[in-house]
Structure formats: C-alpha cells, structure tokens
C-alpha cells in the first residue's frame, strides 16, 4: 500500500523559509523512480491548486505564483521529495499535500500546515 507522508511544516513569517518533505512508502525504489511527484496546497476556502512536479527524469512543473521562489526536487534512492520555499507570502498560507502519480493513479499524503503570518 503506498503511503506519502509529509513533514516540515509550520508557522513562519513573512520572507523567511520552509523546507517540506514526502517520504513515500510501499512502493520499490525503482518503481518510485517512474512515479510523477508533486505538491498541492488548499487555503481555507478554496480548491485544491498545483504548486509543483516533478517527473522521473527531473523536468519540474511550478505554478506561476511560486516560480522563482519554490523548488522541488526527489531523492529517487530515498524515496524522497522536497519543496524547498524561500520569500514566503501570506498567500502561501495552505495545507500542503505531497502526491504521487503513476498510470493514472493518484496517492495523497496526510497534508502538512504552513501558515505565513507576522
């Protein structure tokens, strides 16, 4: 059974960083490798968005609002994937939720809570 889980989120202020990570389990190395990883965010009140993906081979996928400021990136040995945000906005206030996807199939994580306040 694949499980995501998601880690690193928290309270930060305005401009400062956070660094999330999905640790994904129930799936082989090597199957990890061919899974299109991803992070979403949903903000009270609204629908569920993209923030970023990433492929098998490492092309990556931002959101126009998160360019220049939000990078992903996956540890295929790990079974890792990380969203490092750096200048963050209270806009960028959200549950944020790793998801992995592969022939069709979407796997969610728990979610993790990043609030941007001052």
């Known amino acids: 059974q694949v499980q995501l889980v998601e880690s690193g989120g928290g309270l930060v202020q305005p401009g400062g960083s956070l660094r999330l990570s999905c640790a994904a389990s129930g799936i082989g190395g090597i199957s990890f490798s061919t899974y299109v990883m991803g992070w979403y965010r949903q903000a009270p009140g609204k629908q569920r968005e993209l923030v970023a993906t990433?492929?098998?081979?490492?092309?990556?996928n931002y959101a126009d609002d998160v360019k220049g400021r939000i990078t992903i990136s996956r540890d295929n040995a790990k079974k890792m994937v990380v969203l490092q945000m750096n200048s963050l906005k209270h806009e960028d206030t959200a549950v944020y939720y790793c998801?992995?996807?592969?022939?069709?199939?979407?796997?969610w994580g728990q979610g993790t809570q990043v609030t941007v306040s001052s």
């Open positions: 998801n992995g996807r592969r022939s069709s199939i979407d796997y």
């Open positions: 990433i492929t098998s081979r490492g092309t990556t």
